[in-house]
């Protein structure tokens, strides 16, 4: 669909030449019987140079390309309706030059809503890479933790201050869904001041997708889910929310490892294999539960969340099971991973996950929203 998108808008603006070429006599074209004068021969030819400067920057994903679009099918628009009954059948790929441009407005300005989002919870972050992760640290903490963090790696590393954690996805939004949406996923997360922020881009079919972000931070967690960076489908705040984005906070702790050390976690051993970790965070309270194998690795995080934001919302066992392990700067952490609702008649695996990459504490400057 791309490559045809392209082809489009090359053509059409080539097309515009012809308006060129008659203004200054250079070749007859008789698809327009109307006199065009040199100046107007110049607007067509500058009008056609603007489709082909909108091709170039939509392919390379410019984040400015849809004000060129728009400018250029304005322009364009106002010399067909002039010269209407030569070139009204420029109308149709003008419309569809402009949907397009619309809808990479709806991502510029989501992305911007993420950014200014992320760049404020990272610039909360104090970042201390003369800090290292010592045995010291693990004191206190149950056994099965202690073997998980030195599994992981951490032992002697830079204290994570905060992560990005690049992620493929595939999605299911109802139980009964067959077909798994395709989507790419970017999430920060902050340790010393709880908090994480993550961007979803996923694609229904080749012509709609939906943009999302997640939120947790203040406390207070947030659902946003736009049609094309457009139209609202969700926009979700309030306590259930805010228990459930904070658990959700706490199982990611094994991307970022020195959050089990957080003042914020308590910990309770179960036995050998298995621990139960309590966030407490301004208003907000969230626990689960960690099991790891006998080599240390985590391989599981259980919790009680709420299904949904609603009054009637109830509590339902969300799982994460883990697949595959695999090291970003040199910090062992899982790498595939499935999430499940256990309801009362089903279970309804809707996510399947796997890391892309892993950057250990960024600045606010490197930060970014999840490009289509």
């Given at each position: 669909?791309?490559?045809?998108?392209?082809?489009?808008?090359?053509l059409?603006?080539?097309?515009h030449?012809?308006?060129?070429?008659?203004?200054?006599?250079i070749?007859?074209?008789?698809?327009l019987?109307?006199?065009i004068?040199?100046?107007?021969?110049?607007?067509w030819?500058?009008?056609?140079?603007?489709?082909?400067v909108?091709?170039?920057?939509?392919?390379?994903?410019y984040?400015?390309?849809w004000v060129?679009?728009?400018?250029a099918v304005v322009?364009?628009q106002?010399l067909?309706?002039?010269?209407?009954?030569?070139?009204?059948a420029?109308?149709?790929?003008?419309l569809?030059?402009?949907i397009?441009?619309i809808v990479?407005?709806?991502?510029?300005?989501?992305?911007?809503?993420?950014?200014?989002?992320?760049?404020r919870i990272?610039?909360?972050?104090?970042?201390?890479?003369?800090?290292?992760?010592s045995e010291?640290d693990?004191?206190?903490?149950?056994?099965?933790?202690?073997?998980?963090?030195?599994r992981?790696?951490?032992?002697?590393k830079?204290?994570i201050?905060?992560?990005s954690?690049?992620?493929k996805?595939?999605?299911?939004?109802?139980?009964?869904?067959?077909k798994?949406?395709?989507?790419n996923?970017?999430?920060?997360?902050?340790v010393d001041?709880?908090?994480?922020i993550?961007?979803?881009?996923?694609?229904?079919n080749s012509f709609?997708?939906?943009?999302?972000?997640?939120k947790?931070e203040?406390?207070?967690?947030e659902?946003?889910?736009k049609l094309?960076?457009?139209?609202?489908v969700?926009?979700?705040k309030?306590?259930?929310?805010?228990?459930?984005?904070?658990?959700?906070?706490l199982?990611?702790?094994?991307?970022?490892?020195?959050?089990?050390l957080?003042p914020?976690?308590?910990?309770e051993?179960v036995?050998d294999?298995t621990a139960v970790?309590?966030?407490?965070?301004k208003?907000?309270?969230?626990?689960?539960?960690?099991?790891?194998n006998?080599?240390?690795?985590f391989?599981?995080?259980?919790?009680?969340?709420?299904k949904?934001?609603e009054?009637?919302?109830?509590r339902?066992?969300?799982?994460?099971?883990?697949?595959?392990?695999?090291?970003?700067?040199?910090i062992r952490?899982?790498?595939?991973?499935?999430a499940?609702?256990k309801?009362?008649?089903?279970?309804?695996?809707w996510?399947?996950?796997?890391?892309v990459?892993?950057?250990?504490?960024?600045?606010?400057?490197?930060?970014?929203?999840?490009?289509?």
């Amino acid at each position: 669909m791309r490559i045809a998108f392209l082809i489009l808008i090359i053509l059409h603006g080539l097309i515009h030449f012809l308006g060129f070429l008659k203004g200054f006599g250079i070749a007859e074209v008789k698809e327009l019987s109307l006199s065009i004068s040199r100046p107007v021969g110049l607007v067509w030819l500058a009008t056609g140079l603007l489709f082909l400067v909108y091709g170039i920057s939509w392919w390379t994903g410019y984040k400015f390309s849809w004000v060129i679009g728009i400018i250029a099918v304005v322009i364009s628009q106002i010399l067909i309706i002039i010269y209407w009954e030569e070139a009204k059948a420029a109308t149709l790929p003008n419309l569809i030059v402009l949907i397009v441009a619309i809808v990479s407005f709806g991502s510029y300005n989501f992305n911007r809503l993420v950014q200014a989002d992320t760049n404020r919870i990272l610039n909360r972050t104090q970042l201390t890479p003369e800090k290292a992760v010592s045995e010291e640290d693990l004191q206190g903490l149950p056994q099965p933790v202690q073997e998980w963090l030195r599994r992981s790696g951490i032992i002697g590393k830079p204290f994570i201050s905060n992560g990005s954690v690049l992620q493929k996805l595939e999605m299911k939004m109802k139980p009964e869904q067959e077909k798994w949406l395709q989507a790419n996923a970017l999430q920060y997360s902050t340790v010393d001041v709880p908090a994480f922020i993550w961007s979803v881009d996923a694609r229904m079919n080749s012509f709609i997708g939906f943009l999302g972000r997640d939120k947790f931070e203040g406390g207070k967690g947030e659902m946003l889910i736009k049609l094309e960076g457009l139209v609202n489908v969700v926009d979700e705040k309030g306590e259930k929310l805010d228990e459930g984005s904070l658990q959700r906070y706490l199982g990611e702790m094994v991307w970022l490892p020195t959050l089990a050390l957080s003042p914020y976690v308590s910990w309770e051993a179960v036995d050998d294999t298995t621990a139960v970790a309590t966030l407490i965070y301004k208003d907000s309270r969230g626990s689960g539960t960690f099991s790891f194998n006998s080599d240390g690795d985590f391989i599981r995080f259980s919790a009680l969340r709420y299904k949904g934001n609603e009054s009637t919302a109830q509590r339902y066992p969300w799982v994460l099971n883990v697949q595959e392990h695999k090291s970003f700067e040199g910090i062992r952490v899982p790498s595939k991973m499935s999430a499940t609702w256990k309801l009362e008649h089903q279970d309804w695996t809707w996510l399947k996950l796997e890391i892309v990459d892993i950057n250990y504490n960024v600045g606010g400057s490197k930060a970014e929203a999840v490009k289509r």
